[in-house]
């Protein structure tokens, strides 16, 4: 058995969450609605995040276009991702909302642009 202590960030009321954990089942106290139940579960059996990181471009006026993932990935996959965007180049020209990689790490989550970056004009 463990217990866990989180804050929950579903809605606005921030609830803190007393988790705990027997084997795959959790029993959760101190939510005010039935978010803070899905968050806390969802926390403690599967955590994911939206991750937002940076890729270096080629031929454009900035030298990075930062990015984000299309959607929550494990946690576990996040330092092989990192690694992934920072052995990639793109060429510019790339548009917000462009998808940069598709499917990334097998996960079906693409990596897309969150600003645009122009060509370089000849000669700069």
Do not use: F, H, W
Request: glycine share 10%; aromatic share 0%; charged share 20%.
């Amino acid at each position: 058995m463990e217990n866990r202590t989180l804050t929950c960030i579903s809605c606005p009321l921030g609830c803190d969450l007393e988790a705990e954990v027997v084997g795959d089942t959790v029993t959760v106290t101190g939510n005010r609605c039935d978010k803070g139940v899905a968050y806390a579960k969802a926390e403690i059996l599967n955590p994911q995040r939206v991750v937002t990181s940076n890729i270096l471009v080629e031929g454009g006026i900035c030298p990075l276009v930062s990015v984000k993932t299309s959607a929550p990935i494990p946690k576990g996959l996040i330092g092989n991702m990192i690694q992934e965007l920072k052995n990639m180049k793109i060429r510019a020209p790339i548009r917000i909302g462009q998808i940069l990689i598709r499917n990334l790490l097998g996960t079906g989550i693409d990596v897309i642009a969150t600003r645009e970056v122009e060509t370089c004009p000849a000669g700069e």
